[in-house]
């Protein structure tokens, strides 16, 4: 791999696409104050040493002012996007914008601004469905977020789907999200509920979920990547699985969506949720995917203005999918805005994100196990196995909360600490809480070694009055 | 220590606590047989038949208007002055200490230092709700009725601040540990470097340190209500604050008492003539009972709106009674096993429409 030397007189004056040269390049770039972050430059996301390759957290940090402020005293480095990851600049101006300059309500006005406001929110719909490669935009279906999402599929299709005696499989790494509403219609409809539990390795068995399928099967509701493991599941071959018995399969995305390529053709999974703030998009919007068919046969969750064809005293007929599960005014600004998020991201690309939270990942996997009395959960990562860019762990003798609550006095480092929406894991695992730090591409080295040394800090300082 | 403090100081502070009776759910009180809710000025009184007593003490300190409201009141804080002598002291030393850090250090001192709760107290009741850790908190009194706490965490940081409020609070009378305002939290300049869930957990812990201490208070006024009582009786056994005794064991005094007229009229005080059922409960009670007082009345009336009423009520509409009750069969009983013991003894007619009795049930003595 050749390094090419550039003369950029002025970073500014450059369009974006004259940056990249050759496939895998280095693009050696004068660090300046002037230094502007194209997202479409086409450079290699790497980790080098190297002081004069840029790595792609490097790169993205101008987009995302929030990254760059002082919390207690310290520079802030957040390592808290499984919870919700932060916004780049583009994403606050559409959604600025739209408030700005175009908003009105969607689907119902004939005027200018209505007509605008629609289009850009149908436009949304289409680059998300393109984003997960659905065969139709209308088999996306905006929701307040994954949970509603999740809800919604709970509801409608389950009531009107399972029986008594029908099992639902879970396992129990789902996050709460995925198993409560399951409860709930379990209770009404008379089906059960099976979790696979974890093997060795702190992975779902899959062996025992393949085994625990059977014709009494009607839905396999998984994650695809854990929000506390890191661990991701083969969806593909669950579906092959399920699709064998006749059962339907949902996939929890949540964490797999905003970090990898997620191809619903390839998965070919029955359902998938995602949430929008958890993708650089903002809060209040989310979406289910449903294939066509069977978003057709379900009837409605919630009822109101927009999901209906006819509305009589005594009773109402029905929109066609995806409107019959949107009902009332939508949050249009932020669809507008997830949108915007989806565009930054294609803009990147989610290969190279994946590629470059892989790395990141292994590196912060590999600095926290080097610490003495560190349990990480999860698998540990190797060839066959990429976990997410995050880790779960509990240090010997210390309470997550404490750990948490000092790192972020003292060094200004976010890490959650709790039991992260997963309490059946957690209590399978034997313990109350665990602490997180999470990864996101906009997330640098420096992030790590800062965490990793504050945390070394923080266990010396507690350990002092032992 | 007498007990004395501001009736007003003590109205509000109770009110800091949300104290429910859950034992009392489901049926319905007047308010004036309630003992447990937060007292208004007006109702200090009533406690005085019991053995506390609250006199009105000028002590020439005027609490500030908003002392023992909400604690996120932005005005004047309670003073320090008013705090126990050992919480004063703990707010003083963190005052002068400036650093967070240097404050953490002392809260994992104090944390060091508490003792550790024996694990059979780690129960539900004991817990602190709203923590992102585990916290229990265990109260009981000494010999001079003051209450001791003992407190736990698995978290260092919240057994730190037990640990503060343990030494704060512990050996400390009941009415000056619910005088305590949760703003010298702020005071201890804990709350900046304390995350809010992690505040929310300490006022919490405070919370429920002040209602166990009202809770010790309460029992015992109780059990010596029925100790009271219980002094009269020539067969008492033991001098146990909860006695057990059931009404065979003095029928002397029954006999006594029991040959007063009752007063046998048909119609409750309201002028309503009791139908059937409520024939069948003075009947019952009378029978079982051998009440010196017995006043039954239909409120049935009150209630006719209310959909559980109607068609409900085993055709008669009778669903709602008053019940006050004098009788021996009370004596060494709490509250509690007064109230159930009628409830048993009106199971046919709870099953079959009745729907509520309020219910005044006392010894001879308490009247």
Known sequence: MEGVAMKLPSFKSLAPNAISIGHRSFSRVRRSSSLSVYSAAASSATISTDSESVSLGHRVRNDFRILHQEVNGSKLVYLDSAATSQKPAAVLDALQNYYEFYNSNVHRGIHYLSAKATDEFELARKKVARFINASDSREIVFTRNATEAINLVAYSWGLSNLKPGDEVILTVAEHHSCIVPWQIVSQKTGAVLKFVTLNEDEVPDIEKLREMISPKTKLVAVHHVSNVLASSLPIEEIVVWAHNVGAKVLVDACQSVPHMVVDVQKLNADFLVASSHKMCGPTGIGFLYGKSDLLHSMPPFLGGGEMISDVFLDHSTYAEPPSRFEAGTPAIGEAIALGAAVDYLSGIGMPKIHEYEVELGKYLYEKLSSLPDVRIYGPRPSESVHRGSLCSFNVEGLHPTDLATFLDQQHGVAIRSGHHCAQPLHRYLGVNASARASLYFYNTKEDVDSFIAALADTVSFFNSFK | MAAAISSSCCASSLRLIPFKRTLFSSIHYPAKTLILRPLKPSEIPSFRRTIITFQKISTGIVPPPSASSSPSSSGDLQPIEELPPKLQEIVKLFQSVQEPKAKYEQLLFYGKNLKPLDSQFKTRENKVEGCVSQVWVRAFFDEQRNVVYEADSDSLLTKG????????????????????????????????????????????????????????????VED????????????????????????????????????????????????????????????????????????????????????????????????????RIVSDVFQGKSLVKRHRLIYDLLQEELKSGLHALSIVAKTPAEV
């Open chain 2, 224 to 323: 010596s209500t029925s100790e009271s009582s219980f002094v009269s009786t020539p067969e008492a056994k033991d001098e146990a604050s909860v006695p057990e005794v059931d009404s065979e064991s003095k029928p002397g005094l029954v006999e006594d008492l029991g040959t007063e007229k009752i007063d046998d009229t048909d119609s409750g005080s309201n002028g309503v003539a009791l139908g059937s059922r409520g024939m069948r409960i003075r009947e019952r009670l009378e029978e079982e009972l051998n009440p010196v007082e017995l006043e039954v009345e239909d409120v049935s009336y009150q209630h006719a709106g209310h959909a559980a009423v109607r068609g409900s009520a085993g055709d008669d509409g009778e669903t709602h009674f008053n019940l």
């Open chain 2, 161 to 220: 601040l037990a640990a503060l409020l343990v030494q704060g609070l512990s050996g400390r009378p009941v009415p000056e540990i619910l005088r305590i305002s949760p703003d010298f939290a702020l005071l201890l300049g804990l709350q900046q470097s304390l995350t809010p869930s992690r505040s929310n957990g300490f006022l919490n812990m405070l919370k429920l340190m002040q209602k166990k201490a009202l809770h010790l208070e309460v029992k015992g």
